[in-house]
């Protein structure tokens, strides 16, 4: 059996609110490349819930364990009772230490044209280790909230070699370390210098620069073409990714990879949407995108650019396009207007 012709276990995760249409708008166009993932189907969130009590129950975890790879839609983590938040849980179960986030302009038009470049965030450390606790005020027992987080040199070494890695594996020209090594000097004062360590060893094959967050923030919305691949420590990425979501249009165009070193989760990053469920108008592309960072971390990044040319030829060109793309075509009718390009 060739490599084209391998079967891949993946664990689905159809998730709530519109995850499961655009979860079946997603496998219709999988399907019709002839990806080669054979579906272990799972709950989490809230169907989980309905279903079983808990958000994440042991028959998901157990799967992605032996698949190693899974797709998932928006997820809903419930509302009080002590439910710790699923995609953390995720992400500290798998040691899923890299969160990527590519922005590229689908739909021409808006504020920004020709938007290409790449988010890199830490997803492990930080601040969202989330080591908090209350000091007594007085008769306040929450007169003072107290956070802590950390960043180890291990882990800096690794996030900023992956966005080399992937900078030199994807011929991308440039890496920006981005940090707040002016006030918070040790806790990205040491992001910063093992950033400073790793890029020398590429020296000649990427380009480095450094910028301090809020800097990078303002240069993004005044000229975000300066920018290829950013990596960063955790909550500076998840504030830096949104951000470059909305250059191109929001979180619908907005796919996600959470990559380990024995697992990676592809997701779409926008919420469960309940609002619209079972409507017909839920845009699926954001999922749709991550299957193709999925299809290319498994190897076949040529069925990958099959789609991504299908979604140009479609979407790009206005022939579809859904309403929060300025459109009128509804989730299905999307999805078979790409089928019909992949023909």
């Known amino acids: 059996m060739s490599a084209a012709e391998k079967t891949i276990p993946a664990t689905l995760i159809p998730g709530d609110g519109i995850g499961p249409e655009i979860v079946e708008s997603v496998i219709e166009i999988l399907d019709a490349v002839g990806a080669p993932f054979a ?17 994440l129950p042991k028959e998901t975890i157990e799967s992605i364990h032996r698949t190693g790879l899974a797709l998932k839609g928006p997820l809903t983590t419930p509302v009080g009772g002590g439910f710790k938040s699923i995609n953390v849980t995720l992400r500290q179960e798998f040691g899923l230490y890299a969160n990527l986030r ?3 302009t689908i739909v021409p038009g808006g504020r920004f044209e020709n938007i290409d470049l790449v988010l890199v965030r830490e997803n492990l450390e930080g601040y969202y280790a989330a080591m908090e606790h209350y000091i007594p005020v007085g ?14 040199r291990a882990e800096c070494n690794r996030i900023v070699r992956f966005a080399f890695e992937y900078a030199v594996k994807n011929d991308r020209r440039k890496v920006t ?10 806790l990205t004062g040491l992001f910063l210098e093992e950033g400073r360590k790793v890029a020398k060893e590429y020296e000649g094959r990427v380009a480095c620069d450094e910028r301090i ?19 960063t ?20 165009m907005a796919p996600g990879a959470n990559i380990g070193e024995k697992a990676a989760i592809f997701e779409a990053v926008h919420g469960s949407a309940p609002d619209i469920a079972g409507k017909n108008v839920a845009n699926p592309l954001a ?18 650019t099959r789609i991504q040319g299908a979604i140009d030829a479609v979407v790009t060109t206005g022939a579809a396009r859904t309403r929060d793309l300025g459109g009128t075509a509804g989730t299905r ?5 790409l089928k019909q390009k992949l023909v």
């Not at 579906?39 to 958000?55: H, Q, S």
């Not at 370390?177 to 040790?186: M, T």
């Not at 967050?213 to 990596?231: E, F, G, N, S, T």
């Not at 999922?287 to 190897?299: E, P, T």
């Open 233 to 252: 420590t955790n909550l500076f990425g998840d504030i830096l990714s949104d951000l470059t979501a909305g250059l191109v249009g929001g979180l619908g």
């Open 139 to 152: 008769d306040d027992p929450h007169g003072i909230a107290m956070g802590a987080g950390y960043n180890s």
């Open 213 to 231: 967050v809020d800097a990078c923030a303002m240069q993004l919305v005044i000229d975000p073409w300066q920018y290829d691949v950013i990596v």
């Open 39 to 55: 579906w272990e189907k799972r709950l989490a969130g809230m169907a989980a819930v309905d279903a079983t009590g808990n958000p």
């Open 333 to 337: 009718e999307l999805t078979a207007a």
């Open 102 to 104: 590519p922005t590229r």
């Open 177 to 186: 370390l981005v940090h707040k090594a002016n006030i918070l000097k040790l």
């Open 287 to 304: 999922l749709l995108m991550a299957a193709n960072l999925m299809l290319g971390h498994v190897g076949r990044q040529d069925l990958a």
